[in-house]
C-alpha cells in the first residue's frame, strides 16, 4: 500500500478527512491560518520546499515505471516466499516434461556467479559461463529409503468415553474423627492430615503423635517448706518428664481394631507413604469407581509417555485418582500373579489393548502363549502376530520360545554387524532401511507350562530375560499360581517388575512381592504394582476394557489385515523345530529309551516321564523319533502306543498307565 506515490497520497488524504472528522473545530482553525502560514514564508524557503517535492515525485515515477517493466518482460521472476518445485533428473514427470536434448544441468561445483554478475545479467552483460553439460547415461545417485507402511492406528473414540462413576456419598470427615478416637482409645496419639479419595479405596494419611510422660511434683516455698491448699493438703503439680514420638509399630498392630470401628472388610495401612511423613490407612470405599482405558491414555502423563516409547502402558490410577503409567521397554520383563476373579485376564488384555491403540505391525509384533484357548483367543486376527496363530498347544511351547531365541541371536549378529549395543541404536542407523519392531512374548499361564516341561520352560525363559532386553523383544508372563515350584527363584531374579493382585493366603503374597499386603486386595482389578525403582508396591486399580471395545479394536486391524500385506516368522518354527529335531536325534536318553520299548508291549509319553524323569516334550520327542525308527507304531487315541519290535530273551511287561 506504500510502494507507490498515488498510495501515499491516498493515505494523506485519509489523514486530513479523518482529522477534519474528529476534530472539526480544530481543522477549522487549522485551515484558516494557513495563509498566514504561507504568507509568512519566505520566497527561497518557498522555492526550496516546491523544488524537493517535485524531485520526490519525479523519483518515485522512474521507480514505478522500472518496475512495471520488470513485471512485464522477458525474464521471470518469482518471490522470496514462492514455493519451486523441482523433479529429479531420473523421475518420470521431469523425462515427460523435458526432452533430453532440451535439458541442461547446471553444475556449480567449480563456479558459483556473485551478485555483480547476477545484476549484469539482469541488465543484458556477458557473464562468465559454466559448463552446462550433464552426463544423461550416469544420473545421480538416489537415497535408498524403507517403504512406508500403510497402516493406520485406531482413534481414541474407538474406546467407550464412560466417566467414572460417582461413589456413594461418603463423609470422610466422620471417618477420619472415627479413626482419631479408635487410636486414641488405645493410647495412640495422631492427627489425620490428609484425606485421598481415589476410584476403590480412601487414604488417610496419619501423623503419629506425642507419648508424653509425666510426674506429679509437689510444690514448695522458698525456706522448702510444702505449700498446702485450703485442705491442708500439699499442692502438686504436673510436670513432663519426656516427651517422644508415638511408634509406627503401634498403628500397624491396630489394623483389625480400626477395620471393626470403621464396619470395612479390611483396610491395609501403608507405613510410612514413599516421599511423605504420614501413616497410610487405606479404607475401601462402599462403591467402587471403574477406571477406563480411554481416561488414562487422555491424561497427560501417558500423552508424554507415548512420544517417548511404543510401549507405553496404561496400567491404571493410584489411591488418590492419579494416572498410572508404566514403559515395558524400561521393566523390562513383567510378571502378574494373582487368584482366579482378580483380574489377571483384564489386565492382559487391557496391556494388548493399549499397545494396538498406538502401535503399527512394523513397531510391535506380539507372541501369544495361551494354553486356556480362550483368554488371548480375541486377537487372532490382529496382523501384529508374529506367527501365524496363537500358540495353544503344550508341545509347541517350547518350539515356540526357540523361536523367539533364535531371533534373538539373529538380531544380536546384526547389532555386531554395525557395532552398536541395542534396537534403539540399530533402528537410528543410518545404514538401516527397515527398523526392527519390538517382540512382546505374552505367556497367560505359566503353571500350565511348568507342568507340562519345567526344565525346558524355565531355562527358555530365564535365558529370554537375561539377554532379550537389548534385542527388544520383552516378556510379560501370568500365572494364577504362584507357589515356589512355579515361580521359581531364578524366574524372579529376572523379573524385577511384578503385578499381584488378589491372593488367597499371605504365602503367596510373599513369593510374588517378597511382601505381604496382596492378600488384602479387594479383587477386580485391584493390584500392587512394584516397579524396578521402587522398594515398596504401590496400590492401582487396574483399567477396564470391555469385550466391545476388543471387539473393535480387533475389527479395526483385522480389516486393515486384509487390505495390507505383512511379513511372517513361521519360517523361525520351521527352524527351531529342526534344532529340537536334532537334539531328540543326539538325545543322550535315546537309547535308554530304546531299551525301555523292547522290554515292554505298549509304551507312552508319560511312562518316559516317570522312567527316564523328563519332562513332557522331551519324552514326546523321543516317542516320535521311535516312531520315525520303526520301533514303535502311530498313536492309537488312548496314550499309549504298541512297540512293534520287542527282545525275545525276556517277557514283555505292561506299562502301569
Known sequence: ????????????????????????????????????????????????????????????????????????????????????????????????????????????????????????????????????????????????????????????????????????????????????????????????????????????????????????????????????DRDGKPRQRVEEVSRTRVRVNQITALANDLALALAASTIRIEAPVPGKPVVGIEVPNHVASTVTLRSVMESPPFQRAVTRSKLALALGQGVTGEPIVADLTKMPHLLIAGSTGSGKSVCLNSIVACILMHATPADVRFVMVDPKRVELASFGVIPHLAFSSIVTEMDKVVGTLQAVIHEMETRYKKFATLAVRNIEGYNRNPKVSEPLPYWVVIIDELADLMMAAPFEVERQICRLAQLARATGIHLIVATQRPSVDVVTGLIKANFPTRIAFAMSSQVDSRTILDMAGAERLLGKGDMLFMPTDASKPRRIQGVYVSDQEIEKLVAFWGAQRLRSTIASYDHLLDEAKEALEAEAAADPVMEQARELALEHNRISTSLLQRRLRIGYPRAARIVDQLEQEGVVGPA??????????????EPAEEPYD
Do not use: C
Open 1 to 228: 500500500m506504500v510502494g507507490s506515490v498515488w498510495a501515499v497520497i491516498g493515505w494523506l488524504a485519509l489523514l486530513a478527512v479523518g482529522s477534519a472528522l474528529m476534530w472539526p473545530r480544530s481543522s477549522a482553525t487549522a485551515v484558516r491560518e494557513v495563509p498566514g502560514v504561507i504568507d509568512a514564508i519566505d520566497l527561497p524557503a518557498r522555492v526550496i520546499w516546491v523544488g524537493g517535492a517535485l524531485l520526490a515525485a519525479v523519483v518515485a515515477f522512474f521507480n514505478w515505471l522500472g518496475r512495471s517493466r520488470q513485471k512485464t518482460g522477458d525474464t521471470p521472476m518469482l518471490a522470496y516466499d514462492e514455493p519451486v518445485a523441482v523433479a529429479p533428473a531420473g523421475h518420470p514427470d521431469f523425462a515427460q516434461a523435458y526432452p533430453p536434448d532440451e535439458v541442461v544441468d547446471v553444475d556449480y561445483s567449480e563456479h558459483q556467479p556473485t551478485l555483480d554478475e547476477v545484476e549484469l545479467a539482469v541488465q543484458g552483460g556477458d557473464i562468465p559461463k559454466p559448463d552446462l553439460r550433464i552426463d544423461a547415461d550416469n544420473p545421480a545417485p538416489q537415497v535408498e529409503r524403507a517403504p512406508e507402511h500403510p497402516w493406520r492406528v485406531p482413534a481414541i473414540n474407538l474406546l467407550v468415553d464412560r466417566t467414572q462413576e460417582p461413589s456413594a456419598r461418603i463423609d470422610n470427615t466422620h471417618r477420619a474423627a472415627l479413626i482419631e478416637k479408635t487410636l486414641a482409645s488405645f493410647g495412640v496419639d495422631s492427627k489425620v492430615v490428609q484425606i485421598n479419595q481415589g476410584p476403590t479405596v480412601t487414604q488417610f494419611g496419619i501423623e503419629p503423635g506425642w507419648e508424653v510422660k509425666t510426674r506429679a511434683v509437689v510444690e514448695k516455698d522458698e525456706r522448702g517448706k510444702s505449700v498446702l
Open 636 to 649: 492309537e487315541g488312548g496314550g499309549s502306543r504298541e512297540v512293534l519290535t520287542r527282545s525275545d530273551e
